[in-house]
């Protein structure tokens, strides 16, 4: 049972323009939620966070939006540049239920056309 | 670089054996993660130890066994493989038991990657 769920494996944007990566989750636990960006042959590295308590998140080019009853949250990175294509991990923890692993998506991977 | 360390980077070995994946932790980690990566797959939650001790369980198979010792190096040991199991193996820590409290972060390795033939 796939909890979290990214539904487009690949994604293409001109650089410049905006980039928007989609995350469904289904376990109503879930309170914490991250994105992770992930080169070839490297270990994925953190990119952003947000809390259930919020509904976004801005970290310089990158803003994350929760959509709690939806349970749906996006990634958009303005403006796009070519060192951004990487696939890019959502993952979601419940940790105020004690709960510290992260549940991984299948990934989306964007790639910037320059 | 992550700080976390993993060995070795590549191993290929044929069905039936065992093999052993380590990890180092970043200094100061207390917690240690181990995730698969199949074909196509997102990482799958395999186990967590913290401080040397079992702390989760996902999706590990009981082929599959790990360990935390006390300089807080783990080990992942993999036996009686079969093809399947041919994957990338990614160790994570982070300071403490809630991913990493504050940003949730989890510093992740560069993979081991076995190759079952």
């Known amino acids: 049972d796939q909890q979290v769920k990214q539904n487009s494996p690949s994604l293409s944007v001109q650089e410049g323009r905006i980039s928007i990566l989609n995350c469904d989750y289904t376990?109503?636990?879930?309170?914490?939620f991250l994105w992770y960006k992930k080169y070839p042959a490297e270990g994925p590295t953190f990119l952003i966070s947000?809390?259930?308590?919020?509904d976004k998140n801005e970290d310089g080019r990158f803003t994350v939006f929760l959509n709690k009853s939806a349970k749906h949250l996006s990634l958009h990175i303005v403006p796009s540049q070519p060192g951004d294509s990487a696939v890019y991990f959502c993952?979601?923890?419940?940790?105020?239920?004690?709960?510290?692993?992260?549940?991984f998506g299948t990934g989306t991977r964007l790639t910037i056309i320059p | 670089d992550s700080g976390v360390t993993q060995t070795p980077k590549h191993l290929i070995t044929a069905t039936g054996q065992r093999v052993t994946l380590r990890c180092s932790p970043r200094?100061?980690?207390?917690?240690v993660y181990w995730y698969q990566q199949s074909l196509d797959q997102g990482l799958q939650f395999l186990i967590q130890?913290?401080?040397?001790?079992?702390?989760a369980k996902g999706n590990i198979l009981e082929r599959f066994s790990a360990q935390q010792f006390p300089d807080l190096h783990s080990e992942l040991n993999l036996s009686s493989l079969e093809l399947g199991d041919s994957a990338l193996y990614f160790c994570?820590?982070?300071?403490?038991?809630?991913?990493?409290?504050?940003?949730?972060?989890?510093?992740f390795g560069e993979g081991s990657r076995l190759t079952v033939l």
């Open positions: 993952a979601a923890s419940a940790r105020n239920f004690g709960n510290e692993k992260l549940t």
């Open positions: 130890y913290y401080n040397g001790e079992e702390r």
């Open positions: 200094s100061g980690d207390l917690s």
């Open positions: 376990n109503s636990m879930f309170d914490y």
């Open positions: 947000i809390s259930s308590i919020k």
């Open positions: 994570a820590s982070s300071l403490g038991l809630a991913g990493g409290r504050g940003t949730g972060e989890l510093f």
